[in-house]
């Protein structure tokens, strides 16, 4: 009975005063005997993917309904490839940008062609997971046919009901935002959790050369814990003892606001607007 209660009261303790973490156990030896013993620990980090919810907004963002004729950046007046909702060949719908590419065939979500320029081409996706996570790794989002000139990721700590912004992306971040353009590795640990916004993963280096737009934090971490990340004990204490970097790096929902699609490093061409799209074929967000 008194070994219950002991037991109770750690689990007790590690719920409210440990929120973050699992009450784990392991088999210990000691002169009475092999004993467990109970103790804190973190939860198992994994890819979060297979488990969230993906809205995208606005309605009619998807192509393929009206079926439509695209073309790419790098083959601009061939435009041959065709998007069809009610065809599963050329559908392209939201949740491939969550699927398992288990055949060696890339698929993606995809939105209509900016046909409407100089309209903003402007797409929301929401991912909503329904507990509160702590990031692990770097987010990152795969683009095919080129990355975005202008993003920003946001999240939310309260289930969608309010935002902040995460992280600003764009090809000139002072004309974009009005914000100069900063990298993760020029942040010191006492301003590490300020929001910037990056030039990295937005100019364009061809469609095929680098997909993806990353939020990275395994940079933040190795603000604390080293290049290599060998001293990952220093950054759970700061966790612990620093205001507002464990509530950082976590979220009950991400969104992208996708802003301006890629351009080609050039100028928005109107005599060929079936060049400009978004098309995502993976989001991996590593969480525990």
């Not at 488990?51 to 907004?57: L, W």
């Not at 439509?68 to 949740?95: G, K, V």
Request: hydrophobic share 35%; aromatic share 12%.
């Amino acid at each position: 009975m008194l070994c219950q209660a002991v037991l109770l009261l750690l689990h007790c303790f590690a719920s409210l005063t440990l929120g973050q973490y699992d009450l784990c156990k392991s088999l210990v030896s000691t002169d009475d005997g092999a004993v467990w013993e109970h103790y804190a620990c973190q939860p198992k980090a994994q890819s979060m993917k297979d488990y969230m919810r993906v809205k995208v907004d606005p309605p009619g963002i998807t192509c393929g309904n009206p079926p439509e004729r695209f073309c790419t950046l790098e083959n601009p007046y061939l435009c041959s490839d065709e998007c069809d909702a009610s065809n599963s060949d050329l559908a392209h719908p939201p949740q491939l940008m969550q699927d398992r590419e288990r055949t060696g065939r890339i698929t993606y979500w995809q939105t209509v062609t900016w046909s409407r320029y100089p309209e903003p081409l402007l797409a929301n996706i929401s991912l909503a997971w329904n507990k509160s996570l702590e990031l692990t790794d770097d987010i990152a989002i795969t683009f095919e046919y080129g990355r975005p000139t202008i993003m920003v990721l946001d999240k939310s700590m309260d289930h969608g009901r309010t935002w902040q912004s995460y992280q600003f992306y764009a090809d000139d971040c002072l004309d974009a935002f009005n914000m100069a353009p900063k990298l993760v590795r020029d942040l010191s640990p006492a301003n590490i959790t300020r929001v910037i916004c990056t030039e990295q993963f937005s100019r364009w280096v061809g469609s095929k050369n680098d997909k993806n737009v990353k939020f990275e934090v395994r940079e933040r971490f190795a603000v604390f814990a080293g290049p290599r990340l060998l001293n990952m004990d220093s950054l759970y204490t700061r966790m612990e003892s620093m205001k507002g970097l464990r509530d950082f790096f976590t979220f009950t929902n991400l969104r992208l606001r996708l802003l301006r699609p890629a351009l080609g490093g050039t100028y928005v061409q109107r005599d060929n607007l079936l060049k400009y799209f978004y098309a995502i074929s993976n989001i991996e967000v590593p969480a525990r």
